[in-house]
């Protein structure tokens, strides 16, 4: 008999696996417990052995291919005579289906005792109610088992049938359709699961006056032309935190802490292609020009899927700014490899009590810094966002050449 052999499903969240290695070739036979094919999973390479000797016929997927679980990848032959096995229904020819002839007993008629036969023709036994509810609604009659007496159809019947097919239309609707991520977001996917059951993360939160930032910023640009982003300032502000707070600028690599001697800051671009992360190098001693030109440098690679690798290695931090989503906050994950990265929202204007308790109307931008809890605590995370917000509070600081405080 012809069976079917389907992607085994090896544990409780696997959805796919891929066929890496076929051990049988078609026309080959085998034996019970021997080895047919390895399947490999994110977590281990497994072999699937024969339940019982065959033949192998067919296959389906062949090495290399990643299969749903439940897929049929191959066929094997039992050599037993009977139906095909049942992954695959067999098409049975009209001409070759026999209709039984009715019982004499009624009471012993099976469920199609509502179908009448002479002379090997086929009739519906059911009320011409029903009959016409049957063609308005479009439910055939020729399936349903009848309640009525001697297997009769009636208007009950075609209504449940009716409601039956709509559930079924609806259910089929809504089935989901299966869709392959491109190879960067499956990769991304995999890595940012790995950071965060990996990585202890716990989160800060603040807001950050950015009125003063803007207006420089305006009359930087009236004055030279040169258009920067709020978030070369926030670059600026983050490279220059990391060389007031050295303890910060480190990483958790193979149980013990790796410090870097330069303040290099990852940005997070969001592109057709997916997300990238290339790393601006020693922010912390370069002025604001200079960070705005690399910013834009390496958004434009990223746009163009042109990055090297060297380009998104290292750094302990990256910038993510969602602001221009009108997000007020967002705690993001820390990506593998490093140790924080800063959660960006939208300028909001709101009204806050000043000194003596009246009413004035800021300009804040909500931060949220996520940090690797093996690398900083609680009062060293605080001391590095403080000194964030300190920069972009007075982004004047961010024109000139930076000394350590």
Avoid at 80 to 105: C, F, H, K, W, Y
Avoid at 194 to 208: S, T
Wanted: hydrophobic share 45%.
């Amino acid at each position: 008999m012809r069976r079917s052999l389907l992607m085994p499903k090896l544990g409780l969240t696997m959805i796919e696996g891929i066929v890496a290695k076929w051990s049988v070739a078609p026309g080959a036979q085998f034996e019970r417990d021997q080895n047919l094919f390895v399947v490999e999973t994110e977590k281990a390479a497994n072999d699937v052995l024969a339940e019982q000797a065959g033949t192998l016929l067919e296959i389906v997927h062949p090495a290399g291919t990643t299969v749903p679980v439940g897929e049929v990848i191959g066929w094997w032959e039992d050599g037993t005579l009977g139906e095909q096995g049942n992954a695959q229904v067999q098409q049975i020819p009209a001409q070759m289906v026999q209709i039984p002839t009715a019982s004499r007993d009624p009471a012993t008629t099976p469920a199609s005792s509502y179908v009448s036969q002479r002379n090997n023709v086929q009739r519906v036994i059911a009320t011409p109610l029903a009959r016409r509810e049957a063609k308005s609604r479009g439910v055939s009659l020729t399936p349903l088992r009848g309640s009525g007496p001697r297997g009769r159809i009636k208007v009950a019947d075609v209504f449940a049938a009716a409601n039956t097919q709509v559930q079924q239309s609806a259910s089929a609707s809504a089935t989901p359709r299966r869709l392959n991520p491109s190879k960067v977001a499956a990769i991304a996917a995999r890595r940012l699961v790995k950071a965060k059951q990996e990585i202890p993360h716990f989160y800060l939160a603040v807001e950050a006056g950015v009125a003063r930032l803007l207006d420089l910023r305006r009359e930087l640009m009236e004055a030279s032309g040169v258009r920067y982003t709020i978030n070369d300032f926030i670059l600026s502000a983050v490279g220059r935190a990391l060389v007031d707070v050295p303890e910060a600028n480190r990483v958790w690599a193979e149980g013990a802490l790796l410090e870097f001697d330069h303040s290099d800051v990852g940005m997070a671009v969001n592109t057709e292609h997916g997300l990238f992360v290339p790393v601006l190098r020693d922010v912390g001693s370069s002025d604001l020009g200079r960070v705005s030109q690399e910013a834009a440098r390496l958004a434009d690679l990223a746009r163009q899927s042109a990055l090297g690798a060297a380009e998104m290695e290292g750094g302990a931090i990256t910038v993510s700014n969602a602001g221009m989503h009108n997000v007020t906050y967002m705690t993001p994950i820390v990506n593998p490899g490093q140790s924080m990265i800063l959660g960006v929202g939208s300028v909001r204007e709101l009204f806050r009590p000043d000194d003596t308790g009246r009413p004035e109307m800021r300009r804040e931008m909500g931060m949220v810094l996520a940090c690797d809890h093996r690398v900083l605590d609680g009062v060293s995370g605080l001391r590095f966002l403080h000194q964030v917000v300190h920069f972009l509070e007075k982004p004047s600081t961010l024109l000139v050449s930076h000394r350590p405080v």
